[in-house]
């Protein structure tokens, strides 16, 4: 499923996006501020969670299988994300999603 980056004040929204962004410090506090974790939707509307890409120097000396685990319990109650291309917040609910 694709999630659906709105319009937002004076900016356009990005449209369809495939994943979206979600912070680490809600579940992780100052250990995982600034960490990203990738979210995406498939069909059967289940989350999937990766580490986002480029924070490897930070995340190598993390547990992070720990934490993609606590991530994936986390969006589950999580109502917004951020879109990967402007940053401004994409709801995390299925009902809010188009499927592919």
């Excluded at 319009?7 to 994943?19: L, M, P, R, S, V």
């Excluded at 912070?23 to 992780?28: C, K, L, P, R, S």
């Excluded at 501020?33 to 990766?50: I, P, R, W």
Aim: proline share 2%.
């Amino acid at each position: 499923m694709k999630f659906i980056c709105e319009d937002f004040e004076d900016k356009k929204g990005c449209g369809q996006i495939d994943y979206v962004l979600m912070e680490g410090y809600g579940f992780g506090d100052r250990m995982l501020e600034d960490v990203y974790f990738k979210v995406t939707l498939n069909d059967d509307k289940e989350y999937t969670v990766v580490e986002a890409e480029g924070q490897e120097d930070y995340t190598q000396q993390l547990n992070m299988k720990y934490w993609i685990k606590e991530a994936h319990e986390y969006v589950k109650s999580y109502d917004f994300a951020e879109c990967p291309h402007c940053r401004e917040d994409v709801s995390l609910a299925p009902e809010s999603c188009v499927k592919n």
